[in-house]
């Protein structure tokens, strides 16, 4: 290889993977992939904006935490390619010349001599020629450099940076401060020591290097195996999918065929009926015809005999008159004949799996859907989570009830967005249908009510469906220490798998834990031999694997979060990554939502809250968040301070708002402490200022409030059967809701 070659080489293993030019600074990742200090950094900057605290490698995407500072300055810095970097500068005039390293004056290094393994200005290399101890070294000149010049020069020793000792080569390893030094370095800086030759201590290196490499190839060949496994298993598929594809074009061809067949035996079915119905029509007229000629003629002709007023001809004709009248009006009516209702009625369930049925057929019904009709509460209002209804019913021409088993009743209730909800309609065969429907949330609803392809008069029917209004059914507990009672309960928790219900009972100092009956089973953080005490307590929830979450405070000290067995023994404090946490609620993935009034942050931990995941305030920050619930890859954050909700993406980006500005029920939203999603898909939050809690549709629409028996709403939590549970902090009771 000529040198030229070797330089572009050595050029493009130098390169940044991110600004693509030579390195400057370089600083080695924990992974080993290296890139200029400023890169890195400007890396870690965007990935701060983003409101992340990891970057991910830009070549092996690797995680990492961003350090303090947003700098990558401390890692270690790449000795071979700042050695590469020296050495490019040999090959390019435009950079820095490399500087001589035997006198004073750093001129610009003409040449190097491999023995004294010195870069040499021209004055130095004359003089380097004339003593009689160098005269014999080798030495080349930069400009005459040869690749295998350049190869030796990559192996040279290295030289100590420390001040005032460049030109000492790097002979120890100091095992206490773990870097390489000088013999000066020994004497000045390490002495007393513990140094090592610093070949040996390479070779002792390098052996545990290669150790590694022996086992890090091992699953280097399994890792390739799987790869080669998993380019096997895509072509497989890649083939399942393509004999699909092929699959499908034959299926739907067959489709197509069967539809035609399908379509040519209707319409020629449609056609013989056409043709008989037109015959019987005709034939029908046509006596019609004869009848109306008949009573026509006879008036005619009795008119004309009134009109001349002969007598003797009244007279004679006047019997034969009569009677013929007389007998063409006692003749028999003749009925209109009405043709049957004809409906092609299609065949769902052929439609849905197509092949070997046909996808309708023609009936014959006497129901006439312009006169069936539709009444019923549910045609005129609904209430969101409660079931409705309202009954069809079908008629003939004449208005009359009637039944067809082979009529087709089709119901669709639609919201403004398009979603289509679940309808149950129940066939009483009688001509009768009741047709039930559960909204799902607050919002318009138009439905639509089509008997054999037609709608009926008035569809679709728009109806509103208003917000679920919360009952008192009872309260549980009472004010003093036993079991059952309360000193202010500040949090309410129930179990979603379980139906247990956890209280933090504040002045009480303990955590209730009860069944879904109500029955008390036990408390956590009393005195006992397993037991961690806890001081006033400010949230309790549980995990998904049925572990107890407490936060606690003691007085002036920042609150604390603890993990306890669901039978109260303690586990562990998981409050490493908080500052002072106020509130906690856990998705359904495990992952625990803490609001931190510590750094006004909401921050997510893992499922065993030792890592944090994702923490984030937002472009509209929370000034002081009271409490955080996560739906629908929202997370939903109630500001203390400012009194409303904050809605933030699952990035933890900012949306909007909920209740900012609101009028609940006449007053403005007062502060709040607690918040929960209900099962009618609706966002429930306390107020205490205004001893309310407050309903609104999770896009921010208010719904309505309710108070009813309440002196402090403090917290509330989601029941079973429609329920709502709510802390009143003031009667030291549970409400209990429906």
Known sequence: MDVKQLFTNLKKEAECPLCLETVKDPKTLPCLHSFCLRCIDKHARYARRKLETTIKCPVCQACFQIPEG?????????????????????????????????????????????????????????????????????????????????????????????????????????QDCSVCICHKCSIVSHNRHSLVDLQEAAEEQKMQITQVFARVKEKLVTVMSKISEQIELMKKSEEEICAAEEKVTKTVQEIIRIAKEHETGVKTKLAEIKVTQQRNCAAKIEIFQVLAAQLKSSVEYGEGIVQRSIGPEILQAGHAVLGRCEELLTTQDIEVCKPQHFVYGVNVDAMNTVRGLVPGQVFETNTDPSQSSAEGKGLIEAEAGTETNFTVTTRDSKGSQWYGEQDQLTVIVRSQKGEEEETKIDDCKNGSYVVRYKPKNVSLRDISVVVNGQPLTGSPWRVQATGHQYKAIHSFGSHGTGPGQFKGPVSIVVNKRTERIAIADFSNHRVQLFDREWKYLRTIGDKGSHAKRIRYPCSVEFTTSDEVIVIHGEGLKPNKMFLFTEYGDFIKDISQHLIDPSSVSVRDDGHMIVCDKGDNSVKVLSSDGTRLVQSFKGLHGVSSPASAVYHENKFFVLDGIYKFVKV????????????????CAGQPFGYGEKLTIDAFNNLIVCDIKNSSLHVFSLDGKYINSFNEGIESSWSVAAFENNKLLVGDYKKHVIHVFQ
């Open 70 to 174: 947003d700098t990558f300055g401390n890692l270690p810095t790449s000795f071979h390619l700042n050695r590469l970097v020296d050495l490019l500068v040999l090959s390019d005039v435009s950079e820095e010349a490399q500087r001589c390293s035997s006198c004073e004056e750093n001129n610009a290094a003409t040449c190097y001599c491999f023995v004294c393994q010195n870069f040499l200005c021209k004055d130095c290399f004359d003089a380097h020629q004339r003593l009689k101890t160098t005269r014999g070294h080798r030495n080349v000149l930069i400009e005459n450099l040869q690749a295998p010049d350049v190869e030796d020069l990559m192996h040279r020793p290295g030289m100590c940076l420390k001040k005032y000792h460049e030109n000492e080569p790097l002979d120890y390893y100091c």
């Open 648 to 663: 933030f993406s699952n990035e933890g980006l900012y949306l909007y708002d909920i209740g900012n500005g609101e009028s």
